[in-house]
């Protein structure tokens, strides 16, 4: 009689070994069959650089629809630091007259006060910030307590370095290498001690070295320059590693960043705080360079920019203090409109 079949056991055993070893083979060959890795991507992070240039003692709000006034820069640059903190933000200095009287009355300490409320990473010496001598600009930057960068002002003697050349700074993951450089003015001394600018090409070759001493510790480099953008497309040619110029001196709107051909972004952005120029970059730690970029021009529009409350009522304190005549306290709107880089009017 055909019995049930009886299975048997060690059979059992060598088809389970047979799967074991099948599906070995088969993860082997999974394994290698799998694509090589790709090279890991760049590492980036983001900065958000915030600009303005040629406030010109600008600082109340001006009378009728033209933009601006302080207290607005101020409470744009800090509603946009309240939700990034990748934000540096730069003023490419004449920080001083054409404006307002109390910018006058103070001798400039009003005005860079009001710089100190909006709360600059850094600026630079232009022509008219010198107007009340070496003494009085040392009170002002002291009160604003914003580091003034310049490395082509020196004194005459003994070649040093009037200003703090440089500095790094660190905003979100990006290590970031601050230059100052200015037109500088003549006839300008300290303690009897002649001081003098130096310029092109010896400033572009001042600006490399610095920028070469800084790079192996920073992630992106920027020049700011009290000198338009002829001047920056110089610095920038000069200087492969500086990444951003943010200019001023020459009131031209950028209304997209000149590209220099070493890659350099150039922007400048008026005057009179009637914009605040944005550039928003994403940039590649590894290759240390910008991998891209938007760049817009902020109206301060009183309609749609919050008030620096805080700063307006300090104007207006400050108004009592330096103007107890009254005065004429109140802004001159700008006069003319800033060119833009192709020489028309307006942004
Ligand atoms: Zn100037």
């Given amino acids: 009689m055909r019995g049930t079949p009886v299975l048997n056991p060690s059979g059992i055993r060598g088809q389970r070994w047979l799967s074991v070893i099948l599906v070995w083979i088969l993860v082997g060959i999974a394994v290698h069959a799998r ?3 790709q090279e890991r991507p760049s590492s980036t992070a983001s900065l958000l650089l915030l600009h303005t240039n040629d406030i010109h003692d600008i600082l109340k709000a001006p009378r009728g629809n033209t933009l601006g006034g302080i207290a607005y820069v101020s409470g744009y640059i800090h ?3 309240a939700m ?3 934000v540096v933000a730069l003023d490419a200095g004449d920080i001083l007259e054409k404006g307002d009287f109390l910018g006058l009355a103070s001798k400039g300490e009003a005005s860079y006060r009001a710089l100190g409320a909006v709360g600059y990473d850094a600026t630079v010496p232009g022509n008219h910030d010198f107007v009340f001598g070496m003494g009085q600009l040392r009170r ?3 009160a604003s307590g914003i580091p003034m960068l310049c490395a082509n002002i020196i004194y005459e003697d003994t070649k040093e370095f009037v200003f703090q050349p440089s500095r790094e700074i660190r905003k979100g993951g990006v290590r970031i290498g601050l230059i100052g450089a200015s037109v500088g003015r003549d006839n300008v ?4 001690r002649r001081i003098t600018t130096v310029r092109h090409p010896e400033l ?4 490399a070295s610095i920028a070469a001493e800084v790079n192996h510790r920073t992630d992106i480099q920027i020049v700011v320059l009290h000198g338009g953008t002829w001047a920056a497309q110089a610095v920038a040619k000069a200087v492969p590693e500086v990444d951003v110029v943010v200019a001023g001196h020459t009131n031209e709107v950028t209304t997209t960043p000149m590209v220099a051909p070493t890659g350099a972004l150039i922007v400048e952005v008026g005057r009179a705080g009637q914009w605040v120029g944005s550039l928003d970059m994403v940039v590649d730690l590894d290759a240390k360079k910008i991998a891209s970029y938007q760049y817009r021009m ?3 529009d009183r309609k749609k920019i919050p008030e620096d409350k805080e700063l307006t009522k300090r104007l207006e304190e400050w108004e009592k203090q330096f103007c107890p005549e009254g005065g004429d306290g109140l ?5 003319k409109q800033p060119r833009n880089k192709n020489g028309r009017k307006g942004p």
Avoid: C, L, Y
Avoid at 204 to 207: A, C, E, F
């Fill in 35 to 37: 694509p090589a890795p």
């Fill in 79 to 81: 509603q946009v630091r």
């Fill in 84 to 86: 990034r903190d990748d």
């Fill in 140 to 142: 002002n930057i002291e």
């Fill in 189 to 192: 001394f300290e303690s009897g």
């Fill in 204 to 207: 572009g070759k001042r600006i």
């Fill in 298 to 300: 902020i109206p301060m």
């Fill in 331 to 335: 802004s001159n709107a700008p006069k």
